[in-house]
């Protein structure tokens, strides 16, 4: 009797192809897609992503499903985000999506119907090491490679998940689209923050407070200077440079955001650069533990290329981690993600 598999399907091109490959594996393969509008009668795009999925799943001959997600959509995800805002952080929304909608949610659905597996079109690959613990690893092009949002995934959700596109490029993946005559073989990637269609963080913050955001306050320097006044701390985030609305007559950075004092500290670029930060909310997947010396490679963003470190107990659910070089814009809020080789050691969230 064939394994039953759930696969979150976008309607984009690599949840598309990754629900045909397992198919073609074998596997009795259902599609789902997580409904999080929160509004009944969905927008455009949302309209689109079923229409695109449901398309596929016609052309597989699969079973699929529009399943409700909003409720915990809602509060793992959006009212997380605007409450780190609020208390001057930066947070990383698909971090806690991937953990507590992507997996918990749709893990909880696949056991209700019957499921084994859940699947998902992440570029990543899972293994289950000789410790005995499963860990993700990169996926085979360095390009697309999604594992730093995956981080925080448990070991139970890992024992049942298959991420069949990490064996595979973005270009192999669209090729085979092509070949097997999916209409979403050319479809474009979303990049923005899929609630936030527009990327104006402040303004869905204000909407989604009835307008109860910090007020204007000061911009000051690092040695205490009152430099002008700040639109409010939503606004800003470690590390930016553009749209300040503050001529200081050589080039500022925001260095940090106060919101007990309701300040932003501004400085140089020197002034963003530093050796060191803390991490809490821990989650470790190669390792069963993080160790006083031990010395992983850290990335502190997505983007970033990765850093070696040595890291030190400073707590039961807290880590400081000390740089062997300086790292630029350690942002509070965003994930900090630990690699032993290509596997993922575990991370945390920055607190400082």
Known sequence: MAKKVVIGMSGGVDSSVAAYLLKKEGYEVVGVTMQTW???EDDGSELTMVKDAKAVAERLGIEYHVVDFRKEFKKHVM?????EYLQGRTPNPCVVCNRFVKW??????????GADY?????????DKLPNGRYAICNSVTAAKDQTYALYNLKQEQLAHTIMPVGAYTKDEIRSIAEEIGLNVAQKKDSMEICFIPDDDYAAFIEEKTDGQVP????????????LGQHKGITHYTIGQRKGLGIALGAPA???AIRPETNEVVLGTNEDVFTTKLYANRLNTMSIPEFVDGMELKAKIRYSHAGSMCK?????????CCEFAEPVRAVTPGQAVVFYDGEYVAGGGTIVR
């Open 104 to 113: 918990e949610a749709l893990l909880h659905y696949a056991n209700k119907t």
């Open 79 to 83: 009212d997380y985000f605007v409450e």
């Open 253 to 255: 950075f925001v260095v």
């Open 38 to 40: 929160q509004d009944r």
């Open 215 to 226: 007020p204007p306050g000061n911009f000051v320097s690092v040695t205490g200077e009152v």
């Open 311 to 319: 890291i030190t107990r400073t707590g039961e659910d807290e880590i």
């Open 118 to 126: 859940i699947a998902t079109g992440h570029y990543a690959r899972i």
